[in-house]
């Protein structure tokens, strides 16, 4: 008895396990036969005759049997054919082909149908998604490229030649062997200050110390010396609320849209007047860049080389928007807000 029932229970888990296409093959065809079986056996006892019983409802069973098969299997293939079909294209999708789709059945059901629908729609959501990361990822080479070779020409245009002018005043003071003026020692030490600025210049555009030292409101009071010296453009900062440490992607992500902004302003505006503004809110802090320059039209500019796309993806890299409102003839207001995420770092005072 105790092995009939583990034969059962064995039975019964391979049952469980097939696919649901067998296991409905397999119900209905349980249920023919049962149905012939036992509408045999009434009728041929209503009627008396039972010389043939057991002969007669093997021959229904059978018969019912393979006719349930039959039709079941053409109806069960039929309704399962885009369960299938959703099958090889997800793995097709799996295999690298994001292009694959899956097409429409005939005789489907219309759930099945919102079902491939749904799914082809996500694998263009996908699709769209990978094109945009490897547009981003072209545009991040690009922008790449384009900072080293600035910077490349910057070294070469100033500190370079500053270098090399004074190697050869060294050389000929080697060469002389006699003892040297105070003229040329002048010389020598104004070069050699002017190409030591030079460096530290573009040492601080690339990464300034005191954005991670004192923060983004003194790096932006500092990042508006540097263009007044730099380009002549004077800029007017005003920082409004708590000069509280905002968390460090927030802070650099604000000083390079600050710093993108003024180089536009410098170079395109047409204007020697800018105003930096920062007001540090309870839940946000908002930057805006204002210039009473020429302004352009924001259309035609996206694709130009002004940094619009840089700026927009460095604000929504730390969950914020950037705004940009223009026109031609009425000037430039670039607007940054992005949420607050404090620190626990303190502000650095700085002496006088």
Known sequence: MRRLHRLFARLVRQLTHLPIFYKVLVANSFIVVGGAIVGTTLTLLSTGNT?????????????????SVLINWVVLRAAFRPIEVLEQTADEV??????????????????????TATFNAMLDTLVGYQERLRELSQRALTAQEEERRRIARELHDDPAQSL????????????????????VLRELIGLTSST???????????????????????????LAAQYRQRFGLSVQVQIRGQRQRLAPEVELALYRIAQEALTNVAKHAGTDRATLELDIEADRAVLRVRDGGKGFDLGEALGSGLGLFS???RAQLVHGTLDIRTAPGAGTEVIAAVPVRSTDRPIPRTEG
């Open 164 to 183: 090399t002018a004074l190697l050869v005043l060294l050389k000929m003071l080697h060469d002389r062997q006699q003892p040297t003026d105070g003229t």
């Open 94 to 115: 799996r295999r690298g082909n994001f292009h694959v789709r899956a097409p429409t059945v005939s005789f489907s059901d219309p759930d099945l149908d919102n079902l």
């Open 196 to 222: 030591l600025e030079a460096i530290r210049a573009i040492a601080q555009e690339l990464r300034p110390p005191v954005l991670d030292d004192l923060g983004l409101a003194a790096a932006l009071e500092g």
């Open 311 to 313: 700026m927009r993806e």
């Open 51 to 67: 010389d043939h019983l057991p002969e007669l409802v093997a021959l229904f069973a059978i018969s019912g049997t393979l006719l």
